[in-house]
């Protein structure tokens, strides 16, 4: 559950920020969730496939039949440094930060994380959310200050999972935080760690061009079973039913 790295993240960097707080962790981690299926839907707008690489690993969509937004498929490759720290014991603070260490992430991508950061959504400036910004405020970092937290992140998800090491066994990590992104599962194997990711059905809507997408957006999430169309608040979990 999120709730692990929430905790995690705060008292990891609760030395280095006595302000650093549940809710600006919280914040940071819907902040990279969201800022990274907005970029990835918009880079399938563009073309059939979408790239975004972040310190712990890098994501890929692409839509497997040309046109149809309903068939696209996201996957995610731990990175070289993620692997190294999770099957070293590296005690070196400095040491670990370095091997997952990205100085250059994405721009669009660190725009949109910014703008969620400060301000609880994209778009800010659009009149119709100025009465969401009051209740949303965060705060504003810049693009070094971006990139700090993201790689802190990593070093988050590499440390619960260590923590969490057992042989034969598997320990699932949910990221649910304000946007289901998904569940990253650690296998623990003849003194190896190894991880995969599978996408929650959010995540995988919100890359499709279409209606439901959009919804997501603004915290709802559509899907159509059978000739219903059922849209589930994902702040509160109140589903609204309509004949599709």
């Known amino acids: 559950m999120s709730e692990l790295t929430i905790k995690a993240f705060v008292a990891q960097e609760h030395s280095a920020f ?13 902040a990279w969730t969201r800022s990274l299926a907005k970029r990835m839907k918009e880079q399938l707008a563009e073309k059939d496939r979408a790239v975004v690489a972040l310190p712990w690993g ?10 149809e937004a309903g068939n696209i498929a996201p996957k995610w490759e731990p990175s070289k440094g993620f692997r190294q720290i999770l099957n070293n014991d590296i005690q070196d603070p400095t040491e670990r930060s370095a091997a997952v260490n990205m100085d250059e992430i994405d721009a669009r991508f660190i725009q949109l994380f910014r703008e969620f950061v400060a301000y609880g959504c994209f778009d800010h400036d659009d009149p119709a959310k100025k009465d969401d910004l009051a209740k949303n405020k965060g ?7 971006a990139n700090y937290f993201l790689n802190e992140y990593a070093l988050v998800l590499a440390n619960l999972a260590r923590e969490k090491q057992r042989d ?9 935080n304000g946007f289901a992104h998904g569940v990253f599962d650690f296998t623990y194997d003849d003194d190896e760690v190894k991880v995969t990711w599978t996408a929650d059905k959010t995540f995988k ?27 589930t608040d994902l702040e509160t979990g109140k589903q609204t039913v309509t004949d599709n």
Do not use: P
């Open 18 to 30: 006595e302000n650093f707080t549940g809710v600006m962790a919280a914040r940071i981690e819907e």
């Open 58 to 67: 890098t994501y890929y969509a692409e839509k497997i039949a040309k046109g």
């Open 139 to 145: 705060i504003r970092i810049g693009d070094n200050e």
């Open 168 to 176: 034969g066994k598997i320990f699932r990590l949910e990221i649910n």
């Open 205 to 231: 809507q919100m890359l499709k061009d279409d209606e439901s997408a959009a919804h997501i957006d603004d915290g709802r999430f559509a899907e159509v079973v059978g000739s219903r169309r059922i849209e």
